[in-house]
């Protein structure tokens, strides 16, 4: 089983990834004492200890397989053994990801990495042991000094011309995990064929403690370490600036805007890029501004869980603000409440995604312009990019495909990418970051709220100018969970079946395109992913889950709606048709 940085975490109780294997204990204890002796950590040491003293069966689980490098890097729960996330494991994935760069990235060595970290346990740590290892292997190294977010260093790749970048976060995991993503030189994440090719570079690395790994303050010395700070954040800033349609409608609007950073690293960006903006009434929650790696006001920090935006939600209501915005900790993934009836109203992606563009291609320059999104995000997008002629791309789940493809795109074909999104709270606006930017994408949404708030407009009020034009679009999510090894085959079989025999209807309603993403359909690279279209504009999508034994599927309806009509009196119409394919297409499954 694959394990990568993708957009669900595996059960902080599960700390088990990567290929699993029964292993005899004796051997099992002669494996953990040679990850013992190459382990710099006193912490992880005396655990491992523990474990080969006093518990075998924990200590087969911890050394039943390892951590694999996938699409976008590695992730997992800190703790002893290749099965966790460690010092010795950052460090073979840092001498191998070396490798492959000098050998496939021309003047990888000189045009250097860039290293950066947020704010969770061991993040700091972890940054300095993988820039200690590229340093040994004679490739420059550019080091963020202190917590930045994702997209700060996705930004800094292509700012200084890098061979790649390294950002160590787990996202909105739990508090207990952590991870390590790549970028490319192009300041995407990695795709195939560069995740096989690294993972077998990874594969060649022996102990880590036989690594040449240099002091940093000698490389600084040497001017093969540059840490970075001020001027790359600033131009970051700068960049953020520029992605303004209307500059002056932030200090003209006078929103109030509350905003909270979840315990992570998005307040002092978000708060600088807003108040650039001219927004000068930005309350963020002081209980959840500084960075704190245990997270310690929200049970899980994902802004898209229940209860976790409880707080900024009470500080919006204390100082009425007309916006309420929240980063994850990472700050790459935003969320937004806006005013509705004696509260406020979250909205999901899906929305966020499809207010943002329908603003920036109504209000900002024409021509020849790209939009995307993921598979599982709305079609709505796709319909309004059709409506005005607009190129619109569908890529495979995760936004290292949306930034891929769009720069693929753009090279055959030109155009101006407009923005691009998936339905997990992730956007990116303009061309400034190859990845999803929460911080950029809280300006932008600031933007769009001031503007709509200027001509006496609401912003649920345009998703009604939108939903009345193309249709109200309404999607759902339900995950079939099936634990162990067990689990897994049967999702495996689910999915032969119904890919075997694909259904001629669901809930009275025919199949009009049914599509196998398994022999690359639709254009996209080959992928585990079953793709319905109904009569009417239903979709279901099915797909294992990348981390967990779940099967993951997506329901999408498309109600039309009466010139005039309030969103609220078509959504009772919506949801039961949504409630009905559910419920037939899940009877199906669990048949």
Same mark, same amino acid.
């Given at each position: 089983?694959?394990?990568?940085?993708?957009?669900?975490?595996?059960?902080?109780?599960? !700390?088990?990834?990567?290929?699993?294997?029964?292993?005899?204990?004796?051997?099992?204890?002669?494996?953990?004492?040679?990850?013992?002796?190459?382990?710099?950590?006193?912490?992880?040491?005396?655990?491992?200890?523990?474990?080969?003293?006093?518990?075998?069966?924990?200590?087969?689980?911890?050394?039943?397989?390892?951590?694999?490098?996938?699409?976008?890097?590695?992730?997992?729960?800190?703790?002893?053994?290749?099965?966790?996330?460690?010092?010795?494991?950052?460090?073979?994935?840092?001498?191998?990801?070396?490798?492959?760069?000098?050998?496939?990235?021309?003047?990888?060595?000189?045009?250097?990495?860039?290293?950066?970290?947020?704010?969770?346990?061991?993040?700091?740590?972890?940054?300095?042991?993988?820039?200690?290892?590229?340093?040994?292997?004679?490739?420059?190294?550019?080091?963020?000094?202190?917590?930045?977010?994702? !997209?700060?260093?996705?930004?800094?790749?292509?700012?200084?011309?890098?061979?790649?970048?390294?950002?160590?976060?787990?996202?909105?995991?739990?508090?207990?995990?952590?991870?390590?993503?790549?970028?490319?030189?192009?300041?995407?994440?990695?795709?195939? /064929?560069?995740?096989?090719?690294?993972?077998?570079?990874?594969?060649?690395?022996?102990?880590?403690?036989?690594?040449?790994?240099?002091?940093?303050?000698?490389?600084?010395?040497?001017?093969?370490?540059?840490?970075?700070?001020?001027?790359?954040?600033?131009?970051?800033?700068?960049?953020?600036?520029?992605?303004?349609?209307?500059?002056?409608?932030?200090?003209?609007?006078?929103?109030?805007?509350?905003?909270?950073?979840?315990?992570?690293?998005?307040?002092?960006?978000?708060?600088?890029?807003?108040?650039?903006? &001219?927004?000068?009434?930005?309350?963020?929650? /002081?209980?959840?501004?500084?960075?704190?790696?245990?997270?310690?006001?929200?049970?899980?920090?994902?802004?898209?869980?229940?209860?976790?935006?409880?707080?900024?939600?009470?500080?919006?209501?204390?100082? &009425?603000?007309?916006?309420?915005?929240?980063?994850?900790?990472?700050?790459?993934?935003?969320?937004?409440?806006?005013?509705?009836?004696?509260?406020?109203?979250?909205?999901?992606?899906?929305?966020?995604?499809?207010?943002?563009?329908?603003?920036?291609?109504?209000?900002? /320059?024409?021509?020849?312009?790209?939009?995307?999104?993921?598979?599982?995000?709305?079609?709505? @997008?796709?319909?309004?990019?059709?409506?005005? &002629?607009?190129?619109?791309?569908?890529?495979?789940?995760?936004?290292?495909?949306?930034?891929?493809?769009?720069?693929?795109?753009?090279?055959?074909?030109?155009?101006?990418?407009?923005?691009?999104?998936?339905?997990?709270?992730?956007?990116?606006?303009?061309?400034?970051?190859?990845?999803?930017?929460?911080?950029?994408?809280?300006?932008?949404?600031?933007? =769009?709220?001031?503007?709509?708030?200027?001509?006496?407009?609401?912003?649920?009020?345009?998703?009604?100018?939108?939903?009345?034009?193309?249709? @109200?679009?309404?999607?759902?999510?339900?995950?079939?969970?099936? !634990?162990?090894?067990?689990?897994?085959?049967?999702?495996?079989?689910?999915?032969?079946?119904?890919?075997?025999?694909?259904?001629?209807?669901?809930?009275?309603?025919?199949?009009?395109?049914?599509?196998?993403?398994?022999?690359?359909?639709?254009?996209? !690279?080959?992928?585990?992913?079953?793709?319905?279209? =109904?009569?009417?504009?239903?979709?279901?999508?099915?797909?294992?889950?990348?981390?967990?034994?779940?099967?993951?599927?997506?329901?999408?309806?498309?109600?039309?709606?009466?010139?005039?009509?309030?969103?609220?009196?078509?959504?009772?119409?919506?949801?039961?048709?949504?409630?009905? =394919?559910?419920?037939?297409?899940?009877?199906?499954?669990?048949?």
């Amino acid at each position: 089983m694959r394990t990568g940085l993708a957009s669900e975490p595996r059960s902080a109780d599960d !700390p088990a990834v990567g290929k699993s294997g029964s292993i005899s204990n004796g051997g099992t204890v002669e494996r953990a004492r040679a990850w013992l002796a190459q382990d710099p950590d006193p912490e992880t040491r005396a655990e491992l200890e523990a474990l080969i003293a006093g518990d075998p069966e924990a200590l087969v689980t911890r050394f039943a397989g390892r951590l694999e490098f996938g699409t976008a890097g590695i992730r997992g729960v800190l703790g002893a053994g290749p099965t966790r996330m460690n010092r010795v494991m950052v460090r073979q994935v840092s001498a191998g990801l070396a490798d492959y760069l000098l050998a496939t990235v021309d003047g990888a060595a000189k045009r250097g990495v860039i290293v950066g970290h947020d704010a969770r346990h061991n993040s700091r740590i972890f940054a300095e042991d993988a820039a200690r290892v590229l340093l040994g292997k004679g490739i420059r190294v550019y080091l963020f000094g202190r917590d930045v977010p994702t !997209p700060v260093t996705a930004f800094a790749v292509r700012a200084l011309r890098a061979a790649g970048g390294v950002m160590v976060t787990a996202s909105h995991n739990p508090p207990e995990y952590n991870g390590y993503k790549v970028y490319w030189e192009n300041g995407a994440q990695i795709i195939p /064929p560069h995740d096989e090719g690294i993972a077998a570079a990874i594969a060649q690395v022996g102990p880590t403690d036989q690594l040449t790994m240099p002091e940093l303050d000698e490389q600084r010395e040497a001017d093969r370490l540059a840490d970075l700070g001020t001027p790359i954040e600033r131009a970051y800033l700068d960049g953020v600036r520029s992605l303004a349609v209307h500059h002056d409608a932030g200090k003209q609007a006078g929103l109030t805007i509350a905003y909270t950073a979840m315990h992570g690293v998005g307040a002092r960006f978000a708060e600088a890029a807003l108040r650039e903006a &001219g927004h000068d009434a930005v309350h963020s929650e /002081p209980s959840q501004r500084e960075p704190d790696p245990d997270f310690p006001t929200v049970a899980f920090p994902n802004p898209e869980e229940k209860g976790a935006m409880d707080r900024v939600n009470a500080l919006a209501a204390e100082v &009425g603000a007309d916006l309420v915005m929240a980063n994850d900790p990472d700050a790459d993934r935003l969320a937004v409440a806006v005013p509705h009836g004696a509260g406020y109203r979250m909205l999901s992606g899906d929305q966020i995604g499809v207010l943002l563009a329908d603003y920036l291609l109504a209000e900002g /320059p024409k021509g020849d312009r790209v939009v995307a999104c993921s598979i599982v995000s709305s079609q709505l @997008l796709g319909v309004m990019a059709r409506a005005l &002629g607009v190129t619109f791309l569908q890529t495979l789940t995760g936004f290292k495909w949306i930034a891929n493809a769009a720069m693929a795109h753009q090279a055959a074909h030109g155009g101006r990418f407009v923005m691009g999104y998936e339905e997990a709270l992730g956007y990116t606006c303009g061309e400034l970051v190859k990845d999803k930017d929460g911080v950029s994408g809280a300006v932008m949404f600031a933007e =769009l709220a001031s503007v709509a708030k200027l001509r006496g407009e609401t912003v649920l009020g345009r998703l009604a100018s939108i939903y009345r034009r193309h249709g @109200l679009f309404l999607t759902e999510q339900v995950s079939l969970t099936r !634990p162990g090894a067990e689990g897994l085959t049967e999702i495996a079989a689910l999915m032969s079946r119904f890919r075997d025999a694909p259904p001629a209807e669901v809930g009275g309603h025919a199949v009009t395109e049914a599509h196998d993403l398994t022999a690359g359909a639709l254009g996209l !690279p080959p992928a585990n992913v079953l793709l319905y279209y =109904l009569d009417g504009g239903r979709r279901i999508v099915m797909r294992p889950s990348g981390t967990e034994p779940k099967l993951k599927c997506y329901y999408e309806v498309r109600e039309t709606m009466a010139e005039g009509e309030e969103v609220d009196a078509a959504l009772p119409r919506a949801r039961a048709a949504l409630s009905q =394919l559910r419920d037939a297409h899940q009877a199906m499954v669990t048949d």
